[in-house]
């Protein structure tokens, strides 16, 4: 496979330095791709670096996770409007750890192979690196006038940050530039991978890299991945949507692509899938015979949860689906965890009920319209019943006296009412 044609189908290349093809078809290259840990989670931000490093390593050449331990103590002003938190050692650690484990899901870290992944930890070299050090050893080859130029700076000098630019943040681009002279040097690193708001950053590592010991490096920088109305990309009401399922269960992750856009399914089923050029065609083709069958968004949201996750993981977040909007049993209903039933059912009516009350016992219909508001009244509740239109926990109603107690309750805390088709209600034990 050849990596700069495998990315150009794939809509995945902004900008890349010239002679960066050449190097590609001539050996096996290192490249490495800065990772931010200022979290201890990736987001699906992140996934579009990641997945350039994903193709990288299956096109054979070797690929540098490098997570910004060190460059994380201080924040990138690129894209920025406010300069960030600074994070303690001991969080940094933490973060770092659990990026390395979303990591290899994506990238081969443990075979013998000669192009298996590395994962490296700027602070490693720049924690006993000292300020004297700094300003002789980098320093003296970047002059402020190059790093003024930069459109990062550029952007903070000229209104449109309340605070300016902070000395450590306008030393940024010198620290990821001395990133890429060590790896240059200690890893044999001639290329770097990112996003294209990095571009000036990436550059300012290959001047210096030619400045120091005239050696020669490239780049390649991905577009920024936006929605087709031109938002940002990731980003809900509730926020991040993150690789963590602690942050973002399975089933939300796995909605959150259901529901992207028809334009959105077509770049980032490219963008976001290992599938081959032909079968995403076929796929699309289909989509546009049918759009409503959402083909592409199904696919799209099957390959991208089961390599984030699991294959358990997606076939429980299409069960999850199939309870909202298709036919479901109370089965399926028991096997969801706590959290996949609350994001099920975010948007419904919540009531909260008496657990003594439920250890007691309650007729359905006292609980459903008396001590809950399910139905306006006990007469519409029994006619209801009557006409088979209510259900508990996805079983029919057959009387509208039954007695619920908390053996009923799911995962020991709720109970779900169903009111005709599309009306549901959640109950929850207190």
Known sequence: MNFVEELKWRGMIHTMMPGTEDLLEKEQVTA???????????HIGHLCGVMMLKHFQRCGHKPLALIGGATGMIGDPSGKSQERNLLDEETLRHNVACIKQQLARFLDFDSDAPNHAELVNNYDWMKDFTFLDFAR??????????????????K????????????TEFTYQLLQGYDFLYLYEHKGCRLQLGGSDQWGNITTGAELIRRTN?????????????????????KT???????????????????????????????????F????????????????????????????AKEITIMVHSEEDYNMAVEASNILFGKA?????????????????AGVPQFEVSREVLSAGIKAVDLTAE????????????????????????????????IVTADDLLNGKYLLVQRGKKNYFLLIAK
């Open 329 to 345: 049993t109370k089965e399926s209903l028991t096997k969801l965890d706590e959290q996949t039933l609350l994001d099920v059912f």
């Open 137 to 154: 050893e980098v320093g003296k080859h970047i002059t402020v006038n190059y790093m003024m130029a930069k459109d990062s700076v550029q």
């Open 32 to 42: 490495y791709l800065g990772i931010d840990p200022t979290a201890d989670s990736l």
């Open 273 to 300: 899938t290992t599938l081959d050029k032909e079968e995403i065609d076929g796929l699309i083709a289909q989509h546009d015979e049918d759009p409503g069958q959402r083909i592409l968004q199904k696919r799209l």
């Open 237 to 271: 009401e509730k926020g991040n949507i993150w690789l963590n399922r602690d942050y973002t269960s399975p089933y939300a992750f796995y909605q959150f692509w259901l529901n992207v856009a028809d334009d959105d399914a077509k770049r980032y089923i490219r963008i």
């Open 371 to 402: 001590m809950t508001q399910c139905f306006p009244s006990k007469g519409e509740m029994r006619k209801m019943v009557q006409g088979g239109g209510v259900s508990l926990n996805k079983e029919k109603l057959t009387a509208f006296d039954r």
């Open 214 to 234: 005239g050696g020669e490096v490239f780049a390649l920088v991905c577009p920024l991945v936006t929605k087709a109305d031109g938002t940002k990309f990731g």
């Open 156 to 167: 903070r000098l000229n209104g449109e940050a309340r605070d300016g630019l902070s000395f």
